[in-house]
């Protein structure tokens, strides 16, 4: 599939219907907590109607080592990995090669063990197929072999019912989708390169990849966990991913990498129907499925220790084909309470975020340094969210 031709453009923020003066009250939250040394640094790009009104870094990309934050920066996307994983996916699935309601058993037979036979493909998408949450019992440096990882997860039996609760799955699900994709494509190619080769270099994502390329080493942001306080992830296994991911690499649940002019790239080719300039990557109709609620009205079980821990509500897991959406109702959401309820994007551990409003046609992508606790990156997501859907004036 040949690179697109599409080229970043940028307008004034008046041209499109943003108020200037109201957008700069996310840049000036940021730099406030940023001063309270509360987390390092971002880069940030808002853009309506695909053209970019805001493109900044602030504060440092390695404050220990002075190291000033830049737009080019390369950072650890962790979870909003699982959505580009899950874009190959959707290509299989668009060209008729797969099916949502495949049983993953049919394309690796080792897996449909321990109460996992009827498993789908669709259920690990949205993830009610009842695997486990947590990493598989394996070595800590076999983490990024895939082939080492499956194997694991081979073995894991069912923790849930499919298709009845939403357990969010941090590891599992989309290794093994990156290995039925591998597998249907006669694994002659890694995974790694299958996801570069049909969605990253369509899309003009030369800044992107699973693991750490080699020639974007330089530019690699270290994962520095500011934000010590026990919560939902452990911060030493967050820091190992400074010597775990290597150009080497494999994680298709957490381990790309990327800058946020390249998430803006994926952004906009989701907010087109599947489309970036010329090139087209997904049908339109495949991203309207992805893009609504599979999950109804059930709760995200990854929540329930912010349930206990910030005495947050119950509330509806709003999660499409690996897409968070924002949905209806009053309650945490790193979308920004104002935002559409077809509002869709992905969020990465502690630190990363991009969403598209389809309704005010507006896109944000926000990456930073120094990692908070989840529940804490919801209220600062949340309220840089809220900022930049109020500069919308039309």
Not at 366 to 388: A, I, W, Y
Request: aromatic share 8%.
């Amino acid at each position: 599939m040949a690179s697109t031709d599409y080229r970043l453009e940028s307008a004034s923020p008046a041209d499109v219907g943003i108020d200037r003066a109201r957008l700069e009250r996310a840049d000036a939250a940021i730099k406030r907590d940023l001063d309270a040394e509360r987390y390092d640094g971002a880069a940030l790009l808002v853009a309506r109607h695909g053209k970019i009104v805001l493109h900044e870094a602030y504060g440092f990309a390695d404050r220990g080592a002075g190291r000033r934050a830049r737009t080019d920066d390369v950072f650890c996307i962790f979870s909003v990995t699982k959505t580009l994983t899950s874009g190959v996916v959707l290509q299989y699935v668009d060209r008729g090669e797969l099916a949502l309601t495949t049983q993953v058993a049919e394309v690796i037979p080792e897996f449909g063990i321990k109460g996992k036979q009827r498993i789908t493909v669709g259920q690990l998408l949205t993830h009610t197929g009842g695997m486990s949450a947590g990493m598989p019992p394996m070595p800590v440096e076999l983490v990024g072999n895939l082939e080492a990882m499956v194997a694991a997860i081979c073995q894991q039996p069912l923790e849930g019912m499919p298709g009845q609760v939403v357990n969010y799955s941090a590891v599992t699900a989309h290794a093994i989708l990156a290995e039925v994709v591998r597998r249907l494509d006669g694994g002659k190619r890694r995974f790694r390169d299958i996801l570069a080769q049909e969605l990253l270099e369509p899309l003009g994502m030369h800044d992107t990849s699973l693991g750490v390329r080699a020639d974007l080493a330089a530019r690699r942001v270290p994962v520095i966990v500011r934000d010590r306080s026990p919560g939902l992830f452990d911060a030493d296994l967050l820091e190992a991913f400074n010597v775990l991911v290597t150009d080497d690499t494999e994680i298709p649940a957490g381990g790309g990498y990327s800058t946020v002019a390249d998430l803006f790239r994926w952004a906009e080719a989701l907010r087109g129907g599947g489309k970036l300039g010329s090139t087209r990557v997904l049908s339109p109709a495949i991203i309207a499925l992805a893009t609504q609620n599979h999950t109804g009205l059930r709760p995200n079980n990854l929540w329930n220790y912010a349930r206990e821990l910030r005495g947050w509500p119950d509330f509806p897991a709003y999660i499409g084909l690996s897409f968070f959406l924002r949905g209806q109702g009053l309650f945490p959401t790193h979308f920004g309470m104002t935002a559409s309820p077809a509002t869709f994007g992905g969020i990465g551990a502690g630190s990363t975020l991009f969403w598209v409003d389809p309704v005010r046609d507006l896109t944000f992508v926000c990456l930073t340094s120094g990692l908070l606790e989840e529940s804490r990156s919801f209220d600062r997501f949340q309220q840089l969210s809220d900022l930049v859907l109020s500069s919308v004036v039309d």
